[in-house]
Nanobody, 126 residues
Framework: QVQLVESGGGLVQAGGSLRLSCAAS????????MGWFRQAPGKEREFVAR????????GYADSVKGRFTISRDNAKNTAYLQMNSLKPEDTAVYYC???????????????????WGQGTQVTVSS
């Protein structure tokens, strides 16, 4: 298992930016694809972005494509989610997650991720 701790959430006005970080400890971080998911009040958890174990491949939900960027620094055991042009509908608790099996390209299915952080709140005001 890998332990994940998110940080960087907060309150921002629409059009603003935030960068979320996900610090990992435990098993070898660099071998596992990472993902970001979010859950708004009263809604299901949804996929936001993914990055492969090497960082060479990424994928995004249509709702954030062109505004959010996922990345990773394997030397620092940290994954990031840069969020620009934020909208009120981006308000949610954001979770980072590590895939259960190594050397993946990154999944959009939450069931493929075995380790989760505790979440960080992002609130975008209009």
């Amino acid at each position: 298992q890998v332990q994940l701790v998110e940080s960087g959430g907060g309150l921002v006005q629409a059009g603003g930016s935030l960068r979320l970080s996900c610090a990992a400890s435990g098993r070898r971080f660099s071998s596992y694809a990472m993902g970001w998911f979010r859950q708004a009040p009263g809604k299901e958890r949804e996929f936001v972005a993914r990055v492969s174990w090497s960082g060479g491949q990424t994928g995004y939900a249509d709702s954030v494509k062109g505004r959010f960027t996922i990345s990773r620094d394997n030397a620092k055991n940290t994954a990031y989610l840069q969020m620009n042009s934020l909208k009120p509908e981006d308000t949610a608790v954001y979770y980072c997650a590590a895939e259960s099996t190594p050397y993946g390209l990154g999944s959009q299915r939450s069931s493929d991720f075995g380790s989760w952080g505790q979440g960080t709140q992002v609130t975008v005001s209009s």
